[in-house]
């Protein structure tokens, strides 16, 4: 009886671990004479990696998810077999350098040529997790940020009163004057990283970005104006429970779990949180699974989960206006739908603010089937509902910044790397808040070779920002070539609005041939 009994117990926990120790291998799957989405109607996670159309399709896969390929008759070479552990080393070597240069970081300032330089926090330290940060080193940056700088930075609260399937709670902290208040008339941005748990850059660089903000209060005028002005929410885990479970098998870096850890008929299953949300939930099985196995899985009902429930409470109660929802990899500002190429309506708006957000690191921008590095339809994604539900809240432009490429080393870059690609989502994220505000952008129109003496400075005005109004332009001679410089000129923008304006100015008749004349907008 005994020995029946303690039989039946290990069966039970093997079970148990087996669901958690899914392997996973980076593989190249031929697909001449196929077609992606036979990989994607597999349930098949295909969110990211590295197409060569009509060619070969290169990423990371589960083994229960290469058993479904190779079935489904395609070839298959494996070219790391187990990944995890190829990631865990890693950093005891040098990086793997890759062929491709991208012609990215360039690292200006902001707003472009206009003061903030885009430095590096002092207080900014890597984790201990192949630099990467555990679960504690997170809430202890948070905490050591409000120790810092309690003017500036909430102490860390959890989300009401939701608790994930292993009991952890999800917490938010928030960046503001007066962080302690809810001063309701500021504009509200929202960042989240970790919806999925083996992207780890993704609170990398929130963690960058929030000391950055800190640091430079009182040494910039602009960081300190957009501090007093708005209010910045933080969710750097929206997924604790995946996230723990990478840390715990791999303490070095290189867990794959993706997937919160929720249970369905007392079997651990996990759901992907960024296919849970309400708005158009389960739309098709293309954008989502059905099947509890697939990396892709839905849930069993729209906001089933916790974390999912506790995002949307948060939404519900705080009128955000912009939200970034980080993820990794693939170099690119992902905007709303993902579910169809139905167009939202503020498309116009959407784009305008994304390629704002990208002006530094010149990420790729687009919905995520038009993306190349992405490629395919999401549905139940944040992105969806954050800015699709306009009923039980106002819509929220929301953007999923997709951080890094397969070359920075995919979801866990090697150490070496951390830091760089944290800079280069420094722009996006100040742009997020600065989009608050009545932000736009000068573009100079004029001729750079011109003859005569009467003239006009031509320029183009877009509104970037949600707030608008008047905008006063003047120009400010910059070399003694003028007699005449026209008054400022008022432009008035309505919501990503594009207006041209011009300046007369006169050049002084005593100007010599090829000489250069030298003027400002501001
Ligand atoms: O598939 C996802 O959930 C996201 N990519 S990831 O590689 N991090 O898993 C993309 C979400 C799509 N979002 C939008 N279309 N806005
Ligand atoms: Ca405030
Ligand atoms: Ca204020
Ligand atoms: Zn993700």
């Not at 500021?186 to 748990?197: F, I, R, V």
């Not at 963690?207 to 929410?233: R, S």
């Not at 899985?297 to 506790?310: D, I, L, T």
């Amino acid at each position: 009886m005994k020995h029946i009994y303690l039989f039946l117990a290990f069966i039970c926990c093997y079970h148990a671990s087996a669901q958690q120790v899914q392997s996973y291998s980076k593989a190249r799957i031929d697909i001449r004479g196929k077609e992606m989405n036979d990989i994607l109607r597999l349930g098949v996670d295909v969110s990211h990696g590295h197409l060569v159309k009509n060619r070969f399709f290169e990423a990371e896969f589960s083994a229960s998810e290469l058993d479904l390929i190779k079935n489904a008759g395609f070839t298959v070479d494996i070219l790391i077999e187990d990944l995890s552990t190829f990631y865990a080393t890693q950093n005891l070597y040098p990086p793997v350098e890759h062929d491709h240069i991208h012609s990215r970081n360039r690292h200006g300032c902001y707003p472009p040529n206009l003061g903030v330089n885009l430095t590096e926090p002092v207080n900014f330290e890597l984790g201990s997790m192949g630099g990467f940060y555990p679960y504690n080193e997170i809430l202890d940056q948070l905490d050591l940020m409000e120790l810092a700088y309690p003017n500036l930075i909430s102490r860390r609260t959890a989300i009401s009163n939701f608790r994930t399937a292993r009991g952890n709670s999800i917490f938010m902290v928030k960046i503001s004057d007066n962080p302690k208040t809810d001063e309701t008339s500021e504009p509200k941005a929202l960042h989240t990283a970790l919806h999925h748990a083996r992207e780890p850059i993704s609170v990398s660089q929130m963690i960058y970005f929030m000391w950055f903000m800190l640091e430079n209060y009182e040494k910039d005028p602009f960081i300190k104006a957009l501090i007093d002005n708005n209010e910045i929410y933080f969710v750097p885990v929206v997924n604790p429970d995946g996230y723990i479970l990478n840390q715990n098998q791999f303490p070095n870096g290189g867990g794959l779990h993706r997937k919160n850890r929720s249970m369905l008929n007392g079997q651990e299953v996990g759901v992907d949180l960024n296919r849970n949300y309400s708005y158009n939930w389960a739309f098709d099985d293309v954008g989502s699974s059905p099947a509890p196995g697939s990396e892709l899985y839905r849930g069993p009902f729209a906001a089933s989960e916790p974390e999912v429930q506790a995002i949307q409470w948060l939404c519900k109660n705080v009128p955000f206006e912009i939200a970034l929802n980080f993820h990794a990899y693939g170099d690119a500002v992902l905007l709303p739908f993902g579910y169809s190429s139905v167009p939202p309506s503020d498309l116009k708006g959407l784009y305008s603010i994304a390629y704002e957000l990208t002006r530094d690191n010149l990420y790729q921008v687009g919905r995520s089937f038009e993306v190349e590095s992405v490629g395919y339809f999401t549905n139940g994604s944040s992105d969806d509902w954050m800015y699709g539900e306009q009923t039980l809240k106002d819509k929220i432009f929301s953007f999923t910044p997709e951080i890094g490429s397969s070359s920075d080393g995919g979801f866990w870059p090697h150490i070496s790397k951390i830091r760089e690609l944290c800079k280069d989502m420094l722009y996006s994220n100040i742009a997020s808040v600065a989009m608050l505000g009545n932000y736009s952008k000068l573009v100079d129109q004029s001729p750079k070779y011109i003859g005569g003496f009467d003239h006009t400075a031509q320029f183009q005005l877009d509104r970037l920002g949600l707030r608008g109004g008047t905008f006063r332009i003047s120009m400010i001679p910059n070399s003694n070539h003028f007699n005449y410089v026209g008054n400022p000129v008022n432009l008035f923008l309505t919501d990503f609005e594009t207006k041209e304006g011009a300046i007369p100015y006169q050049i002084r008749s005593d100007i010599s041939i090829g000489e250069e004349i030298s003027y400002i907008l501001k």
